[in-house]
């Protein structure tokens, strides 16, 4: 059974690059995967998905400061979020999109809290 | 892409019906059944209920079912039970091959 954990700094300052792993488990990242984000006390937002090992897709309104790549020797996937603000404050999931459910996200992480401040 | 419209709450008691809206445009709700459905209760990750409008993933209760007439999406959760408070989410597969959230809907059994 496939399993993801996020990892990296919790607290981040503003203007600096936010940097997260996630380390997948009992599957191979040759498969599609996306990075979500959830602000205390609000919804769910898309940041990006990474496909065939290297392949990305982004988020519009955050295209331009985010990277996602994937680590098969290590199995890992990583988010590198530049120019970080306090709005960038949130839980990190790392999430597999299902090759039987469509269009679903069936494997969610426990999540990564960030937090942006000085 | 803004986000899907969802209403801030719904509420219902022990046994009852529930309806959950999930309103997008007739270009994206509107044109394709690539709607999913989330399960968030406090504290959790978000698990995932119907994907395909209104398929059921393996291990989820068949008191769950999804529909969709026009631009909008519903979930419906009959016979209420304790367990169903959580937050909702609806996703939508977008044909920028984005995805994009609904804006949740929290549930409350009373």
């Known amino acids: 059974q496939v399993q993801l954990q996020e990892s990296g700094p919790g607290l981040v300052k503003p203007s600096e690059t936010l940097s997260l792993t996630c380390t997948v488990s009992?599957?191979?990242?040759?498969?599609?995967w996306s990075w979500i984000r959830q602000s205390p006390g609000k919804g769910l937002e898309w940041i990006g998905q990474?496909?065939?090992?290297?392949?990305?897709i982004y988020n519009p309104s955050l295209r331009s400061r985010v990277t996602i790549s994937g680590d098969t020797s290590k199995n890992q996937l990583s988010l590198k979020l530049s120019s970080v603000t306090a709005a960038d404050t949130a839980v990190y999931y790392c999430?597999?999109?299902?090759?039987?459910?469509?269009?679903?996200?069936?494997?969610w992480g426990q999540g990564t809290t960030v937090t942006v401040s000085s | 892409q803004s986000a899907l419209t969802q209403p801030p709450s719904v509420s219902g008691s022990p046994g009852q019906s529930v309806t959950i809206s999930c309103t997008g445009t007739?270009?994206?709700?509107?044109?394709?059944?690539?709607v999913s459905w989330y399960q968030q209760p406090p504290g959790t990750a978000p698990k995932l209920m119907i994907y395909e409008v209104s398929n059921r993933p393996s291990g989820v209760p068949d008191r769950f079912s999804g529909s969709k007439s026009g631009n909008t999406a519903s979930l419906t959760i009959s016979g209420l039970q304790a367990e169903d408070e959580a937050d909702y989410y609806c996703s939508l597969y977008t044909s920028s091959n984005t995805y994009v959230f609904g804006t949740g809907t929290k549930v409350t059994v009373l």
């Open positions: 007739s270009s994206d709700v509107g044109s394709y059944n690539r």
């Open positions: 009992g599957g191979s990242i040759t498969y599609y």
């Open positions: 999430v597999r999109h299902s090759g039987v459910y469509y269009f679903g996200m069936d494997v």
């Open positions: 990474i496909y065939n090992s290297g392949s990305t």
